[in-house]
Nanobody, 126 residues
Framework: QVQLVESGGGLVQAGGPLRLSCAAS????????MGWFRQAPGNEREFVAA????????YYSDSMKGRFTISRDNAKNTVYLQMNGLKPEDTAVYFC???????????????????WGQGTQVTVSS
């Protein structure tokens, strides 16, 4: 089992930054690829970004590439999502997720992630 706890959400003005954190426990963190997803009310869960267990590779949704940066600190068992230039349409609950690294490519498919956090609310005001 892997337990994931997100933090760092909140209310931010449009154009501002916010950094989310996701602390993991329970297994060897570096064995897991990590992803960030988000879900706005009435919408499907949407892929944001993913990072390889080693941190060597990252993968972004095209719509967020250039504004959002995913990173991880395996010594702290934590993955981060740095969000810059936030827009009101970025308002959503943000989830981190873990997927055992089996040597496959990073994926945007939520069903392939085995463990999920409870989510943290990000609200961007205009």
């Amino acid at each position: 089992q892997v337990q994931l706890v997100e933090s760092g959400g909140g209310l931010v003005q449009a154009g501002g930054p916010l950094r989310l954190s996701c602390a993991a426990s329970g297994r060897t963190f570096s064995n897991y690829d990590m992803g960030w997803f988000r879900q706005a009310p009435g919408n499907e869960r949407e892929f944001v970004a993913a990072i390889r267990g080693s941190g060597a590779r990252t993968y972004y949704s095209d719509s967020m590439k250039g504004r959002f940066t995913i990173s991880r600190d395996n010594a702290k068992n934590t993955v981060y999502l740095q969000m810059n230039g936030l827009k009101p349409e970025d308002t959503a609950v943000y989830f981190c997720a873990a997927k055992l690294n089996l040597g496959m490519v990073l994926t945007a498919t939520s069903s392939q992630y085995n463990y999920w956090g409870q989510g943290t609310q990000v609200t961007v005001s205009s």
